[in-house]
């Protein structure tokens, strides 16, 4: 049996670029090229002059095109990921009870900000096992809904409804899923993330798209609730929004970044074209697994099976982490499942920079190593 890390892949059998990571995920080269070739005009320039803001501002407006975004909705954002936007909801969006569904590590992360936030009621969590998904129940205490578009940990990917009746906001961590999956604005208040993974920007900015209802519950709780971290203010991050300015200094390589995906998203034909891409990568992914007599889905039901990130099981003589070794010494990286899932998987990005073309590769090289561990 030869040493994972031997096996070779032959060049014509690899795919062009090897980055398959659920985040920080592939980052277009022509991004990277475009940064680099801005030389000194943009990098190391401040972020209160027009040159950054004209990039934030372009951000704002490319996010409303892609999404077709009501007049009515703002587009919001902040220093700090989705992590920093967890925390600044404990402060400035719930008002005193919200209710989580959980079904991974992301989405049980945000419950556990709240139910340690010793200014708000214990936290209602539904949860349900890793791999399927759970269902929001509406409530008259509840006054924040937190949902997960796609909870990266599993390759779980929810269904996003306002649940019938609520009164309460919608917030969906949407870090995974943003820019690859279409959503109905009627159905959420907030839609937040982080621009490293569907977006394949860079990590430490959130943007939240948020209903009229979301402004008026931020104004509310700015008037009215508890003393807030300055930092984590919605208020202040708000204010700083509609002057295409962050409250602190935001990484601008992240902006700039960002503003390129948009545009190219925009102009190779907006959301639907970039869902199809994921759809198109994930299936291959799916359908392969499906057919394959070492590997199989690891969701089960396969309307809840992500479209931009890929769980496969293998079976137990083939290890996921040998599977894993071999790739990365054909440079393919970051195909490995999520750590503290404990599973014998692989876990595979289908977001949108992802070429499909690649994915088949991909699978190609799989099957390669398969075929030479055993
Ligand atoms: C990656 C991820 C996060 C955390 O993002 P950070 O930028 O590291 O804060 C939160 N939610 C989901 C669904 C994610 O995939």
């Not at 401040?46 to 009515?72: E, K």
């Not at 200094?249 to 545009?263: E, G, N, S, V, Y």
Request: one cysteine or more.
């Amino acid at each position: 049996m030869a040493q994972p890390t031997d096996i070779v892949i032959p060049a014509d059998l690899l795919p062009r670029d090897g980055r398959f990571g659920s985040g920080p995920s592939k980052v277009e080269r022509a991004a990277l090229d475009a940064l680099a070739a801005s030389g000194s005009y943009y990098m190391g320039t401040s972020h209160r002059q027009p040159t950054v803001r004209s990039v934030v501002a372009a951000i704002r407006d490319g996010l409303r095109r892609l999404y077709g975004l009501p007049d009515a909705y703002e587009v919001v954002l902040g220093v700090g990921g989705a992590t920093a936007f967890w925390d600044a909801a404990a402060f400035g969006l719930i008002r005193r009870r919200s209710q989580h569904a959980v079904f991974g590590e992301f989405s049980g992360k945000f419950a556990a900000v709240t139910t340690g936030a010793p200014h708000l009621d214990a936290p209602e969590i539904i949860e349900s096992p890793p791999g399927t998904c759970p269902r929001p129940e509406t409530s008259a205490e509840i006054d924040l809904y937190a949902l997960t578009h796609n909870e990266t940990s599993t390759g779980v990917m929810m269904p996003i409804k306002r649940p019938a009746g609520a009164a309460g906001l919608v917030a969906v961590d949407a870090t995974s899923a943003a820019g690859a999956m279409e959503v109905q604005h009627g159905e959420y208040d907030v839609y937040y993330f982080s621009l490293q993974k569907a977006f394949g920007s860079e990590g430490g900015l959130w943007i939240a798209m948020c209903s009229p209802a979301a402004v008026d519950r931020i104004d509310l709780i700015a008037a009215s609730g508890p003393w807030v971290p300055p930092f984590l203010s919605l208020k202040s991050a708000l204010e700083n929004s509609r002057k295409n300015q962050t409250t602190n200094t935001p990484a601008l390589a992240t902006l700039f970044l960002m503003r390129h995906q948009l545009d190219r998203m925009n102009e190779q034909g907006g959301l639907r074209w970039a869902a199809d891409r994921s759809r198109r990568s994930s299936s291959l992914i799916y359908e392969w697994a499906e057919a394959s007599a070492h590997a199989a889905p690891f969701v089960t039901e396969p309307t809840t099976r992500s479209t931009t990130v890929a769980t496969i099981d293998l079976i137990d003589s083939v290890q996921a982490d040998d599977v894993e070794a071999a790739l990365r010494a054909n440079g393919i990286v970051d195909t490995g499942g999520y750590r503290k899932l404990g599973r014998n998987q692989l876990r595979i990005a289908c977001f949108p920079n992802v070429d499909p073309d690649d994915v088949a590769a991909l699978i190609g090289a799989i099957d390669y190593i398969v075929e030479r561990l055993d």
